[in-house]
Nanobody
Framework: QVQVVESGGGSVQAGGSLRLSCAASGYTYINYCMGWFRQAHGKERERVAAIDRDGSTSYADSVKGRFTISKDNAKYTLYLEMNSLKPEDTAMYYC????????????????WGQGTQVTVSS
């Protein structure tokens, strides 16, 4: 059974930093994709950053230059380094994973974690 578990959320003041981690288990595919999404209260979920099976990365315009996504393939672990945090970054952050090429290309992940809350105060 595939499991995805996020950690590292918390409260921080504007300008601060946080590092989110996401551990995936239950599969042994070498080439897999993972992504970070977030959903603020009353808003739709948005894709924050993603890393594809070949290691290529993509970011939402709102986080470019501030957030960095990385993946440890051997540990099936995904990270999101968040710097220069702003109050508008406050949201529940979700990690997702998959390994099918088409699914990865469309960011339509099938395996999701429960989320970790990030709160940025001004």
């Amino acid at each position: 059974q595939v499991q995805v578990v996020e950690s590292g959320g918390g409260s921080v003041q504007a300008g601060g930093s946080l590092r989110l981690s996401c551990a995936a288990s239950g599969y042994t595919y070498i080439n897999y994709c993972m992504g970070w999404f977030r959903q603020a209260h009353g808003k739709e979920r948005e894709r924050v950053a993603a890393i594809d099976r070949d290691g290529s990365t993509s970011y939402a315009d709102s986080v470019k230059g501030r957030f960095t996504i990385s993946k440890d393939n051997a540990k099936y672990t995904l990270y999101l380094e968040m710097n220069s945090l702003k109050p508008e970054d406050t949201a529940m952050y979700y990690c997702a994973a998959d390994w099918e090429a088409v699914t990865c290309a469309r960011y339509e992940y099938n395996y999701w974690g429960q989320g970790t809350q990030v709160t940025v105060s001004s």
